[in-house]
């Protein structure tokens, strides 16, 4: 009897939620595509059990861990060394895929892994003939920056020697992550720009009551580096919200705990807002929405193109160039509206600009106005590549 195809991907995720829901979308796309296929998810997010998953994709979990505001990486839940985490988490990762024997490895992001946990099973994998992958979203850094960062982790003869293809959730017409990077003779010829990862809306309902009437959707993603949004929002609302639409506002499950308790006290009180602080269903309430007010993250700026919504993209700019450098392109194609954060510059954000970007929401165009042709087609690209190793 042959063995079903199978599919692992790795994905670090110590913290935040676009890793883990970029690669579930993947899996849910590579397993819908044929019924013989399986999909394992490897993932670190403290938070992947809250998530359903499609028929045939699972997923298993490793130790958390956390990087510190000084770089350092240290144990989420367990009391032991970073290092002893650390070699936990590779062995786990190395057992998994020797017994799961997968056709084709997606890694999310980290070539080498988080600390390069991931090295030996590329080696070992690599031997035995499994298809290596590495997945970019659209946007990593600026440049110089991406450069030294992979120089530093020591990932360009990784990208030579044991990957096969790099795949980029984006469009190269619009942004190349990798213009600007030394790399090696031929990782040109093995780059393929995917497109988009279009999302849809899952069977379930959405853990959060709705607002009754049209709302504007108020996000942060994870909401770890989510409060200066928030907190700008809210204040707008509390200057402004009889003439404002009704919003909802999704703090983010890794918001610190004292800053969700403040945000929901002051949500509270406001007649216009409902607020709550993480719901797994964020597909259907993007749908939902009227409007989308949002930091600018990946997943986030899927889901508003993949909806349909009006948007105004906030960016952080630190620790990565990341959020400002999308915002910045999809400003200028028209996609949606950029609103600069003055705080990232030392200066004081003012509620009546955020209150001004809310209210022109509903005369705002939608992102299908500008939309290129094949700009969502990643999913079916991502299908239509892994089907060549899957045979």
Known sequence: MTQ???????????????HLRRCRALGGALTASRPDLTT?????????????????????????????????????????????????????????ARVFAPDLLIVDKEPLGLRGELTQTLRMLKERGTKL??????????????DQEWHRKGVHPALSELYDEIWIY????????LQGVALAEGLREK???????????????????????????????????????IDWALTAYEHFGADLPQALFV??????????????????????????VFDAEMERIVEKSSGVVAMGGYNTFCEILSFDKPAVIVPREKPRREQWIRAKQAADMGLARMLEDPAEHGGTRDPFAMAE??????AQPKPSAALR???MDGLGEVVRLSARWLT
């Open 40 to 96: 394992l998810i490897l993932s670190g997010s403290p938070i992947i059990g809250a998530f359903e998953f499609p028929e045939r994709v699972d997923f298993v979990r490793v130790p958390g861990v956390i990087k510190l505001k000084d770089g350092a990486y240290v144990p989420l839940k367990l009391s032991v060394e970073a290092g002893d985490a650390f070699r936990l988490r590779a062995e786990i990762i190395e057992q998994a």
């Open 191 to 229: 780059t393929k720009f995917t497109g988009y990862l279009k999302r849809e809306t899952s069977p379930g309902r959405p853990q959060q009551r709705l607002p009754d009437g049209p709302f504007v959707l108020i996000t942060t993603g994870g909401g770890g580096d989510g409060e200066g949004l």
């Open 170 to 177: 984006g469009c190269e017409d619009i942004y190349d992550p």
């Open 373 to 375: 042709l094949g700009m």
């Open 4 to 18: 079903p195809a199978r599919v692992l991907v790795y994905s670090h995720d110590s913290f935040g939620l676009g």
């Open 251 to 276: 703090l983010g499950p890794f918001m610190e705990p004292a800053a969700q308790e403040n945000f929901l006290a002051r949500a509270a009180a406001l007649p216009e807002v409902t607020a709550t």
């Open 357 to 362: 970007a809310i209210r022109g929401l509903a």
């Open 133 to 146: 992958v590495l997945g970019l979203r659209d946007v990593l850094d600026d440049a110089e920056a991406l």
